[in-house]
Antibody
Framework: QLQLQESGPGLVKPSETLSLTCTVS??????????WGWIRQPPGKGLEWIGS???????YYNPSLKSRVTISVDTSKNQFSLKLSSVTAADTAVYYC???????????????WGQGTLVTVSS | EIVMTQSPATLSVSPGERATLSCRAS??????LAWYQQKPGQAPRLLIY???TRATGIPARFSGSGSGTEFTLTISSLQSEDFAVYYC???????????FGQGTKLEIK
């Protein structure tokens, strides 16, 4: 069973870069069956898609964040990562990593999800 | 950008009764619509994809319907564990863009 786990600092200073890693277990990140994504949720608010990556390295970003986001994949470690630059308090959120199975019909949403990690932007 | 609007924001229903949640897209998303359930302190859980297909392990009391711009999630007989926040999500242009509704909180009446 595919499982995802986020890791990274829980506190980041304003103007710095937020860096998180998602470790995939129970399957290969190099599987052609999945896109891998990041989604965030500010405290008490809704969900926002940040971006997605395919094992080949192809990336897709939310236009509202595109100038600050980089998502990468490390197939040797079965991990993918998120970097968000120039953070402000508005970037304080729970960050989730997730997978999207692209071979099922009809096309599927995001499943599975990691448990999420809270990142606070504060000096 | 496709905007997803959920209604109502809060729905109060008694256990055992039926709950009907709505989601509207600002333009057609065909059947590329998913529903998620989120409980406090937990990650969202995929319930429905393709507008009407239940995800693995999801009880039959959850059903989805609709296509184009109007969608509905129905919970036929509410159990105590069903009280949570529900989000719809469109992925019509995946993997280029995904958007979520603002959520409907289903609370005990």
């Amino acid at each position: 069973q595919l499982q995802l786990q986020e890791s990274g600092p829980g506190l980041v200073k304003p103007s710095e870069t937020l860096s998180l890693t998602c470790t995939v277990s129970g399957g290969s990140i190099s599987s052609s069956s999945y896109y891998w994504g990041w989604i965030r949720q500010p405290p008490g608010k809704g969900l926002e898609w940040i971006g997605s990556i395919y094992y080949s390295g192809s990336t897709y970003y939310n236009p509202s964040l595109k100038s600050r986001v980089t998502i990468s994949v490390d197939t040797s470690k079965n991990q993918f990562s998120l970097k968000l630059s120039s953070v402000t308090a508005a970037d304080t959120a729970v960050y989730y990593c997730c997978g999207q199975n692209i071979v099922v019909v009809p096309a599927q949403g995001f499943d599975p999800w990691g448990q999420g990690t809270l990142v606070t932007v504060s000096s | 950008e496709i905007v997803m609007t959920q209604s109502p924001a809060t729905l109060s229903v008694s256990p055992g009764e039926r709950a009907t949640l709505s989601c509207r897209a600002s333009q057609s998303v065909s059947s590329n619509l998913a529903w998620y359930q989120q409980k406090p302190g937990q990650a969202p859980r995929l319930l429905i994809y393709g507008a009407s297909t239940r995800a693995t392990g999801i009880p039959a009391r959850f059903s989805g319907s609709g296509s184009g711009t109007e969608f509905t999630l129905t919970i036929s007989s509410l159990q105590s564990e069903d009280f949570a926040v529900y989000y719809c999500q469109q992925y019509n242009n995946w993997p280029l863009m995904y958007t979520f509704g603002q959520g409907t909180k289903l609370e005990i009446k």
